[in-house]
């Protein structure tokens, strides 16, 4: 194999007075673009064109390489090697030349040699790289690096230019032991379940091959154990089988290396020597432990005084008189009253949940006083208070009282109270109590405090001259004025001052104080409560309450909200507040939170008015919700606080029948074996084909009801059944009673209930169709219900009375239509009877009575004929006297009858 390499020409240029003159810019031809190399290049080829600056009018120019074949040489790291260059004069004359060695590609030389000359040693060979011979390098402490292709190369001075070029080529494998560049660490800390690598990889001539052992044994792969692309060992998920000692081997033939790693069953940090209570006086030095083992050991202590952390900024009373020893031990010195308290370490090394332990500390002191007026002032006629503030611990064990430099006896009078906090009660004060009093508190250390002096004046109190009544009912939206009056020293005129108990502000904007009156405007539900009127001065602080009672509102949120859980059922109770004046009823609101299901759910509180209600068919060991909400005529109220509690857990002890999971937890069946059950049995957990009780996959037997009965008693309706003993009898039962209406939901008529088989309903209305259910509660197992029982109440049938109205509305309308009919006749018959009455008149009036002899009447052509006597109403004309009757003719007067 032959490789042509490109030369370089160089000019050079000397000048007549022989001073060595060179054009500071060297270029190199080699068909490419203009190169500058670094410093190091320059320094070689001026040194080069000062070399050959010797020879005028030298000029080198391109010539051809002769390039044996490559040699390969083998050698170890760390030892020497001669690179043997082949060389041959031209012609055999010996003459001038230029040696370089290349290694690969590079474009800069490595050495660069020329007689009489100091030779140039490129980077990394410095002090290892020497001419041997004529033409061969000599390589010591050869590196891995050093590993590569070389090239020699020999330039002739003064020869033609195409003359040859000697040329060598040797490649240079240097064997060197494997070593690594990346190693596993020393130490992995894990637990059960997680994933873990371990890094390995490592170099060296020839490549090395790279495996891992444990316990002596080389690790082959299997469904936790793997190992990577880059020869890493994959561990997971861990297993009891995976902890131990593993180790990464890399081997060649010049030899061997290895890098252990030790997998170890990490462990959370656990407090050994926790902190102690302790009880020590004032000014001692204390010092709580707080050890820890762990695995891995880098634990962090952490102590909190009262729940706050106690750090290096600590500005507390602690100050600067607090530190941590390396053991995690808390010391404080010279300890004073403030430092009593409750004192808590955590410890924590990065694996699990941090574990804590707390003590108290108890700082005793002797009895002292603090923060007492030297001014007082007591009600007369009132119980009053002298006050001396005292801080004792252990508590005080007596006080020396002394009026006015006599000591006082307080068992000799019956009005004087020696109070437990250190002052002095006057049941009835009187203008004797007026004077000047000390006290010297005392407990089983002694006293720290020298006599106190207070100076107690007798003065008047407040007097209420007008009060409040104790209740006031009005309407939401309405108004009211609420009087209260008082006199005393310090007391304004206009009466006293307002506030509402607990705390709450008066109504804004809506309530105002005046004229002896608290007046509120535009009352709201929210303005329910109690309110206080208080006259107050230096003697004394008097207190007349009220409490207003907003009406037609929604109930009060229930308050005292409580819940007491089994494993699958949860009794909530709570108190009632104010009902709005209507009669309240409850609702409870409950969810999950343990669970994917965790909407809202609600049922509905019975009997009507209970404060207590309980619920079942709840999950075992698993967090609930609760909230009370109530509701009146007008509406629904605001709900209770929420109330989170948990169901206990199921114990498998008293139900040995119950599953067990992969994970060693026992669960509930969600459902039964699924056979046709009998007639009259429940339908939501399916009973066996030949005994009503149930069975499931697991051989658990329950006891749902069935049969269920109803009789008529003379207190109402008997409604009774059976069950079947299981693992657990029944701790009650729940009876739903739904009142069935067609084409509408069921509507909840009863639900209750009961300890015993049977139950009494006073309610059911003859007629009606129910739906009855009865549901067994067990109370460390699901409840199971009954199948639905259809009942019609004997009695009027709700179909016969809606006929009967039906029929008293139809003719009570034929009969209106009927009146209507006959009025109409009537008044149509009256009005012909008026008419024809006044016709009669009108000729009575008009038309005098002829003679029995006349001939006709002088109106022949009046077209109204008289009535006989007795039709008409004239006096007279029926009182039986002889007249003379005249009758219409035509075309003629009257005829005489």
């Known amino acids: 194999m032959s490789v042509r390499i490109q030369p370089f020409a160089l000019t050079i240029i000397k000048n007549n007075n022989n001073h060595h003159n060179y054009d500071n810019n060297i270029y190199i031809d080699n068909r490419k673009n203009l190169l500058h190399y670094g410093n190091n290049v320059v320094i070689l080829l001026i040194t080069i064109v000062y ?3 010797n020879h005028i009018g030298l000029c080198l120019k391109e010539s051809p390489f002769l390039v044996e074949k490559t040699e390969r040489l083998t ?3 760390g030892e020497n090697v001669i690179l043997n260059c082949a060389f041959e004069y031209p012609d055999k004359t010996p003459v001038s030349y230029v040696i370089q060695w290349i290694k690969g590609s590079s474009d800069l030389p490595l050495y660069i040699w020329y007689d009489g000359y100091p030779p140039h040693t490129g980077p990394g060979y410095e002090g290892r790289a020497s001419l041997y011979g004529q033409a061969s390098l000599n390589l010591t402490q050869v590196r891995e690096e050093d590993q590569g292709l070389y090239y020699c190369k020999i330039f002739f001075l003064n020869r033609p230019a195409k003359s040859p070029v000697n040329a060598s080529k040797i490649y240079l494998e240097v064997h060197a032991p494997p070593h690594f560049k990346v190693k596993p660490p020393d130490t992995v800390y894990t637990k059960f379940g997680e994933f873990i690598s371990l890094p390995c990889e490592a170099v060296g001539t020839p490549p090395p091959v790279l495996y891992w052992i444990k316990d002596r044994e080389k690790v082959t792969p299997n469904s936790n154990l793997k190992i990577g692309k880059s020869s890493e060992l994959l561990i997971g998920p861990v297993q009891q089988t995976n902890i131990g000692e593993y180790a990464c081997v890399a081997r060649n033939q010049e030899g061997e290396v290895r890098s252990a790693a030790r997998v170890v069953l990490a462990g959370p940090a656990r407090i050994i020597r926790p902190p102690q209570n302790l009880t020590l006086p004032e000014g001692r030095e204390v010092e709580f432990p707080c050890s820890a083992k762990a695995l891995p050991s880098n634990v962090t202590v952490t102590w909190y005084y009262n729940g706050t952390e ?16 390396s053991d995690g031990s808390l010391v404080i010195r010279s300890i004073d009253p403030d430092d009593s308290g409750h004192y808590r370490c955590t410890v924590y090394n990065g694996i699990g949940t941090p574990d804590s332990a707390s003590a108290w500390l108890n700082v005793e002191f002797p009895a002292r006083i603090y923060n007492t007026p030297e001014l007082q002032f007591l009600p007369l006629g009132l119980s009053g208070m002298i006050k001396c503030h005292i801080r004792a611990n252990p508590p005080i064990q007596w006080i020396d009282w002394t009026k006015d430099s006599r000591r006082i006896e307080e068992r000799s009078s019956t009005n004087l109270i020696d109070m437990k906090n250190g002052s002095l009660r006057i049941l009835r004060v009187t203008h004797k109590d007026q004077g000047q009093y000390t006290c010297v508190p005392y407990n089983k250390h002694g006293t720290a405090s020298a006599p106190k002096t207070i100076q107690v004046i007798v003065r008047d109190p407040p007097v209420f001259t007008v009060k409040p009544e104790p209740e006031y009912s009005v309407q939401v939206n309405g108004e009211i004025k609420i009087p209260c009056q008082g006199v005393g020293q310090g007391i304004p005129k206009k009466g006293g001052n307002w506030r509402r108990s607990g705390g709450l502000p008066l109504p804004s904007q809506r309530a105002k104080v005046y004229d002896n009156y608290l007046e509120i405007k535009s009352i709201k539900k929210e303005d329910t409560g109690r309110y206080e009127c208080y006259l107050q001065n230096d003697v004394a602080t008097i207190i007349a309450s009220t409490r207003l009672l907003v009406e037609s509102t929604t109930p009060h949120a229930p308050t005292n909200v409580s819940v007491n859980t089994s494993a699958f059922a949860a009794t909530v109770t709570w108190q ?5 004046g209507y009669e309240q009823s409850y609702k409870i609101w409950y969810r999950q939170l343990d669970g994917s299901d965790s909407t809202w759910k609600t049922i509905r509180v019975y009997p009507e008015g209970s404060t207590a209600f309980t619920l079942f068919k709840l999950q075992p060991d698993t967090e609930y919700e609760f909230q009370v909400y109530s509701h009146n005529t007008v509406g629904d109220g605001e709900g209770s606080p929420i109330v989170r509690a948990r169901t206990k857990a199921h114990d498998p002890s008293r139900n040995p029948s119950l599953s067990i999971d992969s994970h060693g937890s026992s669960y509930l069946p ?11 049995l429940p339908i939501g957990i399916m009973p066996t084909e030949n005994n009503p009780s149930i069975e499931n996959d697991l051989g658990i037997r329950l006891g749902p009801p069935y049969d269920l009965r109803i009789e008529k008693v003379a207190q109402g309706y008997s409604i009774r059944w059976k069950i079947n003993p299981g693992p657990q009898m029944a701790s009650n039962f729940t009876v739903i009673c739904k009142l069935r209406r067609d084409k ?6 009863v639900n209750d209930t009961t300890r015993e088989n049977k139950y009494l309903v006073k309610i059911f209305k003859p007629g ?4 009855i259910i009865v549901i067994a509660n067990f109370e460390s197992f699901p409840p199971s219900s009954s199948q639905p029982f259809k009942y019609e109440v004997p009695g009027n049938s709700r179909h016969s009375k809606d006929k009967a109205i039906a029929a008293g509305v139809v003719g009570g309308i034929l009969f209106f239509i009927a009146a209507i009919v006959l009025s109409v006749c009537t008044v149509k018959i009256c009005n012909e009877r008026k008419r024809r009455k006044a016709e009669k008149a009108y000729l009575m009036v008009t038309c005098p ?5 006349g001939d006709g009447h002088p109106h022949g052509d009046s077209p109204m004929p008289l009535k006989s006597y007795d039709e008409s109403g004239i006096p007279g004309l029926a009182n039986g006297q002889q007249y003379t009757t005249y009758e219409w003719e035509t075309n003629r007067g009257y005829q005489d009858e």
């Open 75 to 77: 050698v170890n790291k």
């Open 849 to 853: 009575i002829m003679s029995v002899t």
């Open 670 to 680: 969600d459902l039964a074996k699924s056979t046709a059950p009998p007639e009259n």
């Open 768 to 771: 009606e169709f129910y739906e």
């Open 51 to 53: 070399i050959l600056s």
């Open 744 to 749: 509408m939901d069921p509507l909840v008529s």
């Open 310 to 325: 106690i750090t290096a900024e600590d500005t507390n009373q602690l100050q600067n008189r607090w530190s941590i020893k």
């Open 576 to 580: 009632p507040s104010y009902d709005g």
